[in-house]
């Protein structure tokens, strides 16, 4: 079973920077893509970026240019690194791997005061 931990959650005001981690169990090359997805509260689950194995990046237009999704090979660790954030990026962010199933993560809180 694949295990995967987020980190990095926290307050932050409208405007800030907010680095999120994401550490699986396994090694990160062995997925075909990892992300992350959100869900604020009454809403749907949203896709907001994706990094294929092959390197290759996604972004919703929500956060596009806003947001940079990256990994440490040494570390075995995935980032979403987001920067001028409003209001409407609070959720829980749940960091996702997909091998034949897809993992997903317990989620970390980002909450943006305005």
């Known amino acids: 079973q694949v295990q995967l931990v987020e980190s990095g959650g926290g307050l932050v005001q409208t405007g800030g920077s907010l680095s999120l981690s994401c550490e699986p169990s396994?090694?990160?090359?062995?997925?075909?893509?990892m992300g992350w997805y959100r869900q604020a509260p009454g809403k749907q689950r949203e896709g907001v970026a994706t990094?294929?194995?092959?390197?290759?990046?996604v972004y919703a237009d929500a956060v596009k240019g806003r947001c940079t999704i990256s990994r440490n090979n040494a570390k075995n660790t995935l980032h979403l690194h987001m920067n001028t954030l409003k209001p409407e990026d609070k959720a829980a962010y749940h960091c996702?791997?997909?091998?034949?199933?897809?993992?997903w993560g317990q989620g970390t809180q980002v909450t943006v005061s305005s």
């Open positions: 990094l294929t194995a092959s390197g290759r990046t």
């Open positions: 996702y791997a997909y091998s034949r199933l897809s993992y």
């Open positions: 396994r090694n990160i090359y062995s997925f075909d893509h």
